[in-house]
């Protein structure tokens, strides 16, 4: 299983690079590289951890966060300043995990994925959900409305906490 081969890594007080993916890089994965940048700084353990964020569509490569998700996480206390930007198979070999917020990315950077050992980097952030159990992906609330986004905040930051926990615990 991956996240113990990155609990060998925070044992050995190696870096660990995990990448969020999603679709337009605009909307869930900027949010959950935001929430999981907060939790590794409140952790205390922010120089153990590379974090970053990518989209399997580049249509909105270079953009800022979409202004909804902006203004929702900012009701949260955060600031999301990413810049979207492809995946690129390179991401494969310099990332230790890649989080996929649906079934569809998780298809997709499954079949990316250059070696078998890469193909087993990719997981779906919903294995880390444990306030909502009966959840099996991030949804995305780009054609949503504001519950939408409110949504797709609470599931990102249930499964970041529960990452960040299974990673961290002795
Ligand atoms: P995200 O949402 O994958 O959560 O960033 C989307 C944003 C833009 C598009 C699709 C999904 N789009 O097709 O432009």
């Known amino acids: 299983m991956i996240i113990e081969d990155i609990k060998k890594r925070v044992e050995k007080g190696e870096k660990v690079k995990i990448l969020f993916v999603c679709l337009g890089n605009i909307c869930r994965s900027p949010a959950a590289h935001g929430v999981m940048e907060r939790l590794v700084k409140e952790q205390g353990v922010a120089d ?7 989209g399997l ?3 909105h ?3 800022l ?3 909804r998700m902006r203004a929702h996480a ?15 198979e390179s991401d494969f070999d310099r990332f230790d995990i890649i989080v996929a917020m649906d079934d569809s990315n998780y298809d997709q950077l499954r079949a990316m994925a ?3 050992e890469d193909e087993k980097k990719v997981v779906k952030m919903a294995d880390f959900f444990t306030q909502h159990p009966w959840a099996d992906c991030v949804p995305d609330p780009y054609y949503d409305g504001a519950q939408g986004f409110e949504n797709a905040l609470d599931l990102i930051e249930d499964g970041c906490f529960t990452l ?4 961290l615990a002795k």
Do not use: C, M, N, W
């Open 114 to 116: 250059p070696t078998p």
């Open 57 to 59: 569509y580049g249509g």
């Open 74 to 88: 900012r009701r949260r206390g955060l600031e999301l300043t990413h810049r979207s930007r492809k995946v690129r």
């Open 61 to 63: 490569a270079g953009d």
């Open 48 to 54: 153990q951890f590379e974090i970053d964020s990518a």
């Open 65 to 67: 966060p979409d202004s």
């Open 164 to 167: 960040l926990k299974q990673v």
